[in-house]
C-alpha cells in the first residue's frame, strides 16, 4: 500500500507512475488527496475540542475545591456539550479513514522508473541470455509423454484423486522432486538464507499484509469454515513474519527461505499453455525472502537475481531474464525479473521464477519498519524470489536432457536423487 504522505506530496509523479502500468490513477488520487484534507480538517478540530475539553477539567476540578458550585457546574454542562461534539468528530473521522483505507488498497504500487511501459508480455526487456539451446533426436517428445513413458508423474490419477492440475510424482518422479526442494534448500542456505518451515494455511490478516487480499480472493482457495486461505507461495507465511514488527537497523538484511506446496485457482486458464506441468493448481516451491534497508535493496535484487541464475547454471538449463514491463508486473512489485528456461520439446520459454522488489508497499500494510540509531522507525524494503519453482524446472530437465536411452539427471542432483538416468 501506497503511503499517504507520499500521495499527498507527489501527486503529479504516482499517476505517472501509474500509468506505466496501464493504471489510471487520476480519479482515484484526486478522491484520496480530498478525502484525506477532509481527515485532517476533522482531526485538528477534534484536537481543539480535546484540548478545549482538558482546559475546562482542570477548571472545574479547581471551582469545586474552592466552592464554587455554580460556576463549576456551568463549566461541566459546557464541557459535556465539548464532549457530544467530541463524539461527533470522532465517529466522522472514523468513516472518512475507512472509506480512505478502500481507496488506497485499490491502488497498484507505482513501478520504478527503469521499469519498461507496455501492456503484455511482448514488451517485456530481455536483459541477459545463457547457454544453448539443445538439439534434440527426431521422436522426441514433451514431458506429458516422457512421464508416462517412464511412469513417473501420472496426471489421470491426479484427476482422479482431486481434478485436473494436481498431478500424482511417482517412483523417480517423486525422487527427482525431493532432490530438487533439498539442492534449493541447500544452496539457499549456504547462501546465508535461514530455512523457515511456515504453515501453508493464512488468515486474512497474512494475505492482507503481502498484498494477495483483497484483490486477488479469486486466485486463493478458501477453507470457509475456519476463515482460512492456502497460501499461493511462501512469500506470504515467511513475509508476515515480521508484521507489526520494528527491526534494528544493524540486523538488516533479515534473510529467510522455504518450501511449500503452493496452491492457485489459476481461474480462466485453458489451452495448450496449461498443458502436463506448466499450469498447476498444486505446486512446489522453494522460496527465497529478505527485509533490507531502503538505501541498499536494489543491490539485493541483483544479488537475488545472480542467485536464481546460478541455480540455473547448474542444471545446466539454457535461461534468459526479463524485466517486465509495467503491463505485466504485478500489483505489489516495483521491479520483477522473470527468470525463463528452454523447453526444448515445446519450443518456447518456461518462466521458472519472479524475484521482485516491493520497496515499501508490503511494509505499510505489514507496519514492518526498522530503527536507526534514535532516530525515529522507518518502513523497511521487502524481496521475494522463487529459487526455484519445481513444476516447469522438471518439465525442462526432462525434455531437454531425454537420451534414446533415458533422461539423464543434471551433475548437481545425483548426489541428491542416487540415479543418474531414469
Known sequence: M?????????????????????????????????????????????????????VLAK????L??????AEANDLKNKSIALKENAKKLEDALRIDEEELQKLLVQIPNVPNSKVPKGKDPSANEIVHSEGEVPKLYDGAKPHWDLAAQYDIIDFELGVKLTGAGFPVYKGKGAKLQRALINFFLDKATAAGYTEIQPPILINKDSGFGTGQLPDKEGQMYHVSIDDFYLIPTAEVPITN???DVVLRAEDLPVKNCGYTPCFRREAGSYGKDVRGLNR??????????QVQHPDKSYQTLEEMREFVSGLLRSLELPFRIAKLCGGDMSFASALTYD?????????????VSSVSNFETFQANRLKLRYKEGSNKPQLAHTLNGSALALPRIVASLLENNQTKEGIKIPKCLISYTGFDLI
Not at 488527496?33 to 480535546?50: F, V, W, Y
Not at 469545586?64 to 458550585?69: I, L, R, S
Open 2 to 54: 501506497l503511503q499517504l504522505n507520499y500521495i499527498r506530496e507527489n501527486k503529479q509523479d504516482v499517476i505517472n507512475r501509474l500509468a506505466v502500468k496501464n493504471f489510471d490513477g487520476n480519479k482515484i488520487i484526486e478522491e484520496v488527496i480530498q478525502l484525506d484534507s477532509a481527515r485532517r480538517k476533522t482531526q485538528n478540530e477534534l484536537d481543539i475540542l480535546l484540548n478545549e475539553s482538558n
Open 59 to 62: 477548571q472545574v476540578g479547581e
Open 64 to 69: 469545586f475545591k474552592k466552592g464554587n458550585a
Open 241 to 243: 513474519i515480521y508484521r
Open 280 to 289: 498447476l493448481h498444486q505446486f512446489d516451491k522453494v522460496e527465497i525472502v
Open 339 to 351: 527468470l525463463e528456461v528452454f523447453s526444448a520439446a515445446q519450443k518456447k520459454w518456461l518462466e
